[in-house]
């Protein structure tokens, strides 16, 4: 019998432990590494031949909202294609157990509008054989993953469940009766494997609250309380296990971006007392390079250190891809910190052609937008926005590959009637393409020069009509490894696997030694690469997505088995719910 099921022999290892790298094979047996020096591939049921190749551990990524898409796609791609092996749900309080039969329906509404996750798919996919929270665990388990998999408890669906139904949580704060059944509630999770819990409060009528319920209200965690969330971290002290993953922002709407600055001492403030409340790790979400107001993140980072130093473990998630959106405003929500926008693009296609046709409506969208009393500019100056595809034949040549602001000049009108305009005569089918804010390699390094920052925040399953985030382990590799040297390949790893691990209490994996679960990714770094963005009709009823592939990655190996080689999937489907952390 072969000492080894695998073997991958000769590659560069890189550990994720911050060693400097160093040649030699790795012997996995049952899943796990079994040895790593010089081995005989005679003692190897399979041998990967991994000569002029990278040997790392496979990335880790923290902020996902796969919940949905595991069940049609049980790789979670894009970020599998990637080199993602291990993935955590539940994030921002999203989610769909706790729920009562009545209320299926409604908890996936709530994640097609603020998550833009598209429901067909969902009704079609999910078969809500489940009620409590161990019963969507029973349910992770049975059936086929490619990736592995860890759950926080979601806050939405818990309030929702336990104050009866989403409409009712939105009336009020839950009482004290109410809460006590929450926390138990939450007692039941972890004992059933959840690693924490998760939760949104973008506050409500401000620059932040960019991502709302169907119906264009808040969702039930961003009207939650201090004192409720304290609570919640009172229950992993009690426990002394699992971690918090909190997102907070506010801003007030007339005073643009410096209110989201002015914020940040109140933010980190309270991120600090989960910290402290609970003794527990804080995920923080988000910081990101900005090459615009490098302040921002520069402030995010001091903060972070100052409540490291008072002793609280408080750690920024940083997305670290340089990705724009892509969207149309068939689907698009991310302008819902305005009323007069919020408004405007919620119902059916033909009601929200009809809003955004409007004069009225128009007219409110540019008073307000000159009279500074909202910023829709979050994600880049609107008037920047380029007209990426144009469908309708004769505006085509017209108008795609000119920014807003080109139309408008072009034309002799308000940018919003040009951004509009177009959009309209398209059908709603234009695609709109934001400006990056991001290319400056040395803000990237700075964010990434923090010791208190962990690399990922693909936002994985959401957004997929505007996104490919997903390929954020590519990016970092190739652009501030490879072609800047901003990051050395061993510091890049071990933010890409040993730290993420560390944070969210993944106790088996992260690094490649002896005994750790064999989640590896092989590749070739001067091959690796990103393809170009592409549609694709790959999801059930029909429905699409964009999407980014990767080159480079020989092998994807999750526990001891290959998902793809060359990009091809293999049909294996080897991942895990870790609960607690780890595999059964």
């Known amino acids: 019998m072969a000492a080894f099921d695998m073997v991958i022999r000769g590659g560069t290892v890189v550990d994720g432990t911050r060693v400097p790298r160093y040649r030699a094979d790795i012997g996995i047996k049952d899943g796990r590494i079994a040895e790593v020096g010089q081995l005989q591939p005679s003692d190897a049921g399979q041998v990967l031949e991994a000569a002029d190749c990278i040997v790392a551990p496979g990335a880790i ?53 603020n998550e833009a996750i598209p429901l067909g798919p969902m009704r079609t996919s999910m078969p809500f054989d489940w009620e409590t929270f161990p019963e969507w665990m029973d349910h992770l388990d049975r059936i086929p993953l490619g990736i592995n998999l ?45 690693v924490g819990w998760g939760a949104q409060r973008l506050f409500p009528d401000s620059l932040a609250a960019v991502q709302r319920d169907y119906d264009g209200s808040p969702m039930i965690s961003d ?24 997102t907070q922002a506010g801003g007030d ?72 959106f892509t969207f149309t405003f068939e689907d698009w929500n991310l302008f819902d910190n305005s009323p007069v926008w919020r408004q405007a693009t919620v119902g059916t296609l033909e009601e929200k052609r009809a809003k955004l046709a409007d004069p009225e409506i128009r007219q409110a969208m540019k008073a307000e937008y000159d009279s500074g009393q909202v910023s829709i500019d979050l994600f880049g100056a609107v008037a920047q926005f380029i007209a990426k595809k144009v469908f309708r034949a004769d505006l085509k040549d017209k108008y795609e590959g000119l920014s807003v602001i080109q139309i408008a000049q072009q034309e002799g009108k308000h940018f919003i009637d040009a951004l509009l ?26 964010v990434m020069d923090s010791p208190y920052t962990i690399a990922g925040l693909s936002d994985g399953g959401a957004h997929m009509k505007f996104l490919t985030t997903g390929v954020w382990p590519t990016d ?13 390949l061993e510091e890049a790893h071990f933010r890409l696997s040993c730290l993420p691990a560390w944070a969210a209490g993944f106790q088996d994996r992260g690094t490649l030694r002896p005994g750790m679960a064999a989640d590896i990714v092989v590749y070739d770094l001067a091959g690796l690469g990103i393809e170009p963005i592409e549609i694709a009709h790959d999801l059930p009823t029909g429905e699409w997505r964009r999407v980014q592939k990767a080159t480079g990655y020989r092998w994807i190996v999750v526990n001891g088995q290959v998902t793809f080689t060359d990009g091809q999937c293999s049909g294996a489907t080897p991942g895990r719910l870790l609960r607690h952390g780890q595999a059964a």
């Open 223 to 246: 009207v939650l309380s201090d004192e409720f969330y304290l609570s919640l971290a009172a229950v992993l002290h009690e426990r002394r296990a699992g971690c918090i993953q909190f």
């Open 253 to 324: 709407l007339s005073e643009g971006f410096q209110s989201l600055l002015t914020g940040l001492q109140r933010d980190f403030g309270f991120n600090e007392q989960l910290a402290e409340k609970s003794g527990r790790p804080v995920l923080y979400n988000l910081i990101a390079a900005n090459d615009l107001l490098p302040i921002f993140y520069q402030t995010q980072l001091k903060l972070l250190a100052e409540a490291n130093a008072r002793g609280r473990r408080v750690f920024g998630q940083a997305a670290t891809v340089r990705a724009p």
């Open 476 to 488: 970092l590799l190739t652009w501030m490894v490879r072609d800047t040297q901003a990051l050395s």
């Open 421 to 446: 305009d177009v959009s309209v005569a398209d059908d709603l089918k234009t695609e709109w393409r934001t400006p990056l804010l991001n290319v400056q390699v040395e803000h990237h390094k700075r």
């Open 150 to 194: 860890s759950q926080l408890m979601p806050v939405t669906p818990l309030v929702a469940y336990v104050m009866g139904g989403f409409e009712e949580a939105k009336q009020r704060l839950p009482n004290d009766t109410e809460v006590q059944t929450i926390q138990r509630l939450l007692h039941e999770a972890m004992d059933a494997g959840a």
């Open 61 to 113: 990524d923290l902020h996902t909202h796969y919940d949905a898409q595991l069940h049609w796609d049980p790789y979670c791609t894009i970020g599998s294609w990637h080199g993602v092996t291990s993935v955590t749900i539940g994030n921002c309080g999203f989610g769909f157990a706790p729920v009562h039969a009545k209320d299926a329906e409604r908890a996936m509404l709530s994640l097609s509008r």
